[in-house]
C-alpha cells in the first residue's frame, strides 16, 4: 500500500466545510483536518463519532464523591471520633452537612481533573510530545485537509481543486 | 456567510480590517518583540516591592507573628483581610470564562485569557496569607488529611478554615488547568512562527505538542464546557466557604446569613475591578486596541454595577439589621452607628465612599465607556474592597464582650511590607506573562471574527441595502 497523501490548503472555514462535504459526498475518505481554530459542524461533516468525555467526567465526579464519603466516614466517624462544637460524631449522615464543602469540592476536584487527563491521553498532547501538524501555518490562518491516495491523484487534485483549495501538495508521509 | 450572522445592531467586537492571519501577527507581536522602557520600569519597581515583601516573610517566619501588629483581641488583621481581598480578585477570571461561556458572550473571548492569568496569579497571593500566619509554614502539610505520627489524629472536616483548604486548592489546581488547557492552541501557534530554535524548544514543550485535528478540536470544545460548568459552581463555592470562616463564628457581625451570597457578589466586583484596572493598561502596551474595545469596558462596568449594587443591598441589610436588633453588641459590627462615628470611622467611611458612591458614576453612559474614568473608578473599588474586609476583621474584633479587653489593631511595617510585596508579587507575575503567553485567546476570537468583526459585519450590512 502507498503511502502517499494528498495535502490540501483552504484559508477560508466556510469553503473548508463545503469542501469537506464535497469530498465525502464523492466517497473519498478524508483522513485528516488541521485547523488554526474549533470550527462549527466540521466534526459532524466529517463523520466523527461524538466525544464521550462529558460522560466520563461525570463518572469521574461520582468516584470523587464516593471517595470523599469514604474519607470523611473513615477519618471523622470511624478512626477518631471527635465531638467538635457539639457536632454529632456518631453517624456519618448526622454529621454529613458539615461534610457537604468538602464532598462538593471532591466532586469537581475528581470530574475537572480527570477528565482534562483523559482528553490529553486520548488526544496524545503532553509535555515534551513533538507536534504533528504537517504544515506550520495550519496554527495560523490555514486549514489542511489529509486524503489517502490510491493511484487516483489526478482526480483527487480535480476534484479538490474545484472546492476551492489554494495550494495542492502530494507528500510521502512518514509513519 | 449566514453561518456567521449576527444582528447589525450589535457592535463589533474586533475592530478595523483584520484577517485571520492579523489576528495571529497582533497577538504574537508582543511576544516576538522587546520589552520597552516602561515595561522595564514596572516590572523593576514590582521586584523590588516584591523583595521588600519576602524579606518581611523571611522576617515573621524567623522572629514570629509578634513582628505583626496582632494583639489578644485582633488574632488576624491584615493577614486575613488580604487574603480575602486576593482571593476576591481572583474570582472575576474563571467567572469570565467559566459562566460567560455558558452564557455564549462573545465579548469575552478578548479578555478570558488574562482575566484568567490574573485569577491565578492572585489566587498564589492570597494562599501565601494562611501559610505565613502558621509561623511555622514548614509545618503547612498537616491541613491535608494525612496518617501522622501523633496517633491517628485527622484533620477536623467540621471546620471552615480546612473547608477553605479543600476549596482553594481546588480552584486554584483547577484553573490552572482550564486556562493551561485554552492555552495550547495559542502556544502552537507562537511555536509555529518562532525562528529563533529556543524559543521554538519552549513554546514546543509549552504547548504539549498541540495539532488541531478536527478530533482534538470537538474534544477540546467539549472539555471547555464541560470544564465550564464545573467551574460555575466552583467560583460560587469559593468565596461562599471564604465567608463561612466568619459567617460560622459567633461573633455578633460575622454571624450573618447573608455573608456568603454578599462576599461572593463582592468577590465578582472586586475581581472585575481587577480586570478593569490590569486591562485598561494592558491594551495600551499591547497594542491590542483593537480587541479590548470600548465595548468590553462598558459590559465589564455593567457588571461591576450590578454587582456593586448587590453588595450596597448587603450593607444596608447589614446596619438595618445591626439597629434593629437594638442589641449593644451589635453596634460594635462594622456596620453600625458605632464604627460610623467611633474611632474606625475613617475606615467605615472609605468603605461607605469608594465601595458604594463612587461606582454609582457608571451609571453615566459617558463615564462608563470612558477608559480613563473606568480606570480611576476601578482603583476605588479595589481600595474600598480591601477596607471592607478590613472593617469585617478588624472593627468587629476591637470591641469584644469584655469593654476593658477593648484595643485597636495598628499595622506594623511588617505588615504592610507584606502586604506590598504581594502586590509586586502580582504585577511580576502578570508582567512576566504578558511579554511570553498569548495575552488574548486568539484560537477563539478567530471563531467570532466573521460575526462580530467590524470589517465584517459592515460588508453584510452593505449587502441588506442592494
Same mark, same amino acid.
Request: proline share 5%; charged share 15%.
Given at each position: ?175 | ?25 497582533? $497577538? ?53 483581610? +488580604? ?106 501557534? $507562537? ?98 486596541? +483593537? ?9 465589564? +462596568? ?160 452593505? +449587502?441588506?441595502?442592494?
Amino acid at each position: 500500500m502507498s503511502n502517499k497523501v494528498i495535502h490540501a490548503f483552504y484559508n477560508d472555514d466556510e469553503i473548508l466545510m463545503d469542501a469537506v462535504k464535497k469530498v465525502r459526498s464523492e466517497h473519498h475518505h478524508i483522513e485528516e483536518v488541521f485547523c488554526p481554530f474549533p470550527v462549527h459542524g466540521l466534526d459532524k461533516a466529517l463523520g466523527l463519532a461524538p466525544t464521550r468525555l462529558a460522560i466520563a467526567s461525570f463518572m469521574y465526579g461520582c468516584v470523587g464523591l464516593c471517595f470523599a464519603i469514604w474519607m470523611t466516614n473513615y477519618m471523622m466517624i470511624q478512626d477518631w471520633p471527635q465531638d467538635i462544637g457539639g457536632k454529632p460524631n456518631f453517624t456519618w449522615w448526622a454529621n454529613m452537612p458539615a461534610f457537604v464543602p468538602i464532598l462538593f469540592e471532591m466532586t469537581v476536584f475528581f470530574a475537572a481533573h480527570l477528565m482534562v487527563i483523559t482528553f490529553y491521553m486520548r488526544s496524545r498532547i503532553w509535555p515534551f510530545k513533538e507536534a504533528e501538524n504537517p504544515d506550520p501555518r495550519t496554527t495560523d490562518d490555514h486549514f489542511l485537509m489529509e486524503i489517502p491516495v490510491h493511484n487516483n491523484e489526478k482526480e483527487l487534485t480535480a476534484l479538490l481543486k474545484g472546492t476551492g483549495a489554494v495550494e495542492i501538495n502530494i507528500v510521502e508521509k512518514h509513519s | 456567510m449566514s453561518s456567521h450572522y449576527e444582528a447589525p445592531i450589535r457592535e463589533p467586537l474586533i475592530l478595523g480590517e483584520k484577517s485571520y492571519h492579523d489576528i495571529t501577527v497582533d $497577538i504574537a507581536r508582543p511576544i516576538e518583540g522587546k520589552a520597552n522602557k516602561n515595561w522595564y520600569i514596572a516590572f523593576y519597581i514590582a521586584l523590588a516591592a516584591m523583595l521588600w515583601g519576602f524579606g518581611c516573610i523571611f522576617y515573621t517566619v524567623g522572629t514570629g507573628i509578634g513582628t505583626w501588629g496582632l494583639n489578644k483581641n485582633i488574632g488576624w488583621a491584615w493577614d486575613i483581610t +488580604n487574603f480575602v481581598w486576593w482571593v476576591g480578585i481572583g474570582h472575576a477570571g474563571t467567572l469570565i470564562s467559566a459562566v460567560l461561556l455558558l452564557f455564549r458572550q462573545k465579548w469575552r473571548m478578548a479578555i478570558n485569557r488574562s482575566a484568567e492569568a490574573m485569577t491565578i496569579f492572585a489566587v498564589f497571593q492570597a494562599g501565601l496569607f494562611p501559610i505565613i500566619h502558621m509561623g511555622r509554614p514548614w509545618n503547612g502539610y498537616w491541613v491535608l488529611p494525612m496518617p501522622n505520627q501523633f496517633g491517628s489524629l485527622w484533620v477536623n472536616f467540621n471546620s471552615p478554615l480546612l473547608w477553605d483548604v479543600f476549596a482553594i486548592s481546588t480552584y486554584l489546581s483547577v484553573s490552572l488547568v482550564f486556562w493551561w488547557t485554552g492555552l495550547l492552541p495559542d502556544f502552537a501557534m $507562537i511555536r509555529d512562527r518562532a525562528v529563533k530554535p529556543f524559543q521554538k524548544k519552549i513554546y514546543s514543550l509549552l504547548s504539549f505538542g498541540w495539532s488541531g485535528r478536527a478530533k482534538d478540536w470537538q474534544r477540546f470544545e467539549e472539555v471547555s464546557l464541560v470544564l465550564a460548568g464545573l467551574a460555575t459552581p466552583l467560583v460560587l463555592s469559593v468565596h461562599t466557604i471564604v465567608s463561612m470562616d466568619f459567617a460560622t463564628s459567633i461573633n455578633p457581625g460575622w454571624h450573618s446569613t447573608i455573608f456568603p451570597p454578599y462576599f461572593v457578589a463582592g468577590a465578582i466586583f472586586s475581581g472585575f475591578a481587577m480586570v478593569q484596572t490590569l486591562l485598561g493598561i494592558m491594551r495600551k502596551v499591547t497594542n491590542l486596541e +483593537n480587541y479590548i474595545t470600548r465595548l468590553h469596558i462598558e459590559y465589564m +462596568n455593567i457588571v461591576i454595577i450590578l454587582t456593586g449594587g448587590i453588595v450596597a443591598v448587603a450593607y444596608a441589610t447589614e446596619f438595618f439589621i445591626a439597629w434593629y436588633t437594638a442589641s449593644p453588641y451589635e453596634n460594635y459590627t462594622y456596620l453600625s452607628v458605632g464604627a460610623a462615628t467611633g474611632p474606625y470611622k475613617w475606615a467605615f467611611w472609605s468603605l461607605i465612599f469608594f465601595n458604594i458612591l463612587t461606582p454609582q458614576l457608571l451609571w453615566f453612559k459617558k463615564i462608563r465607556r470612558s477608559f480613563i474614568w473606568s480606570f480611576i473608578i476601578s482603583i476605588a473599588i479595589n481600595i474600598g474592597m480591601w477596607f471592607e474586609r478590613f472593617d469585617i476583621i478588624a472593627i468587629v474584633l476591637s470591641k469584644g464582650h469584655l469593654p476593658s479587653t477593648w484595643w485597636r489593631f495598628e499595622p506594623t511595617f511588617v505588615d504592610i511590607g507584606i502586604f506590598i510585596g504581594t502586590i509586586g508579587f502580582f504585577f511580576v507575575l502578570f508582567l512576566l506573562y504578558a511579554r511570553t503567553f498569548p495575552v488574548i485567546a486568539q484560537a477563539e476570537v478567530k471563531t467570532i471574527l466573521k460575526s462580530s468583526g467590524e470589517s465584517y459585519k459592515k460588508l453584510r450590512d452593505g +449587502n441588506h441595502e442592494q
